[in-house]
């Protein structure tokens, strides 16, 4: 099953430049992840937010979190050719559920 | 210690053949998780064990047999496996809900 919707699918920007990514889901959720991917292989953890937090801050990254609108965003800033992978958002909607977007392929030039 | 470690990185197996795929965490995490990625796709979730216990199976195939049989240790074993299970497969740990997973780096499988 899938809850989360991302966009957009593909992003390029060139190094320096800030990302943004959109992740919408369908129902109410525990709180929300963002992961990366590198050339399909393991996931990282990069972020998780609550339901009842709105902002969240790590380093270069920004995730906004809106629930009457189901929907987060991630923000990096300042980004990097190192930043190029695949970015997921993944929702909890019960404990231990952890349910993968479609994901956003963001590549970063040099 | 604060990887998942899976074992083998790759496998190829025939359609009548059994195998396992084996997922080992010492980070004491309580929830152990496998997930099926096909290419372009994001991760499905297939079984969840929460302190040795199923406690979510996502209508996974009976081909499909989990294990779990310590704290640190998960196995998924395969038979009669198809073509279209080719795919990742990806294990995570996790404490709580108040941290992220942490995934292996996946067995990438080939059925043949």
């Known amino acids: 099953s899938q809850q989360g919707e991302e966009d957009p699918q593909a992003l390029s920007i060139q190094e320096g430049e800030n990302a943004t990514m959109n992740c919408s889901y369908k129902?109410?959720?525990?709180?929300l992840q963002w992961y990366r991917q590198n050339s399909g292989r393991g996931l990282v953890h990069l972020i998780l937010?609550?339901?009842?937090?709105r902002e969240k801050h790590s380093g270069r990254l920004r995730v906004t979190l809106d629930t009457s609108k189901k929907s987060s965003s991630l923000l990096i800033t300042a980004s990097r050719a190192a930043d190029t992978a695949s970015y997921f958002c993944?929702?909890?909607?019960?404990?231990?559920?952890?349910?993968f977007g479609t994901g956003t392929r963001l590549q970063v030039f040099p | 210690d604060t990887e998942v470690t899976q074992t083998p990185k790759h496998l190829v197996m025939g359609m009548t053949n059994k195998k396992s795929l084996k997922c080992e965490q010492h980070?004491?995490?309580?929830?152990m998780y496998w997930y099926k990625q096909k290419a372009k796709k994001p991760p499905e979730l297939m079984f969840v064990?929460?302190?040795?216990?199923?406690?979510i199976n996502e209508s996974v195939p009976s081909r499909f047999s989990p294990e779990c049989p310590n704290s640190s240790l998960l196995n998924l074993h395969l038979h009669a496996l198809q073509p279209e299970d080719s795919a990742l497969y990806l294990c995570?740990?996790?404490?709580?809900?108040?941290?992220?997973?942490?995934f292996g780096s996946g067995t990438r499988l080939t059925v043949v």
């Open positions: 937010i609550r339901s009842n937090e």
């Open positions: 129902t109410s959720i525990n709180n």
């Open positions: 064990y929460s302190y040795e216990k199923l406690s």
């Open positions: 993944a929702t909890e909607m019960n404990t231990d559920k952890l349910i």
């Open positions: 980070m004491g995490h309580r929830a």
């Open positions: 995570a740990s996790s404490l709580d809900g108040n941290y992220g997973y942490t």
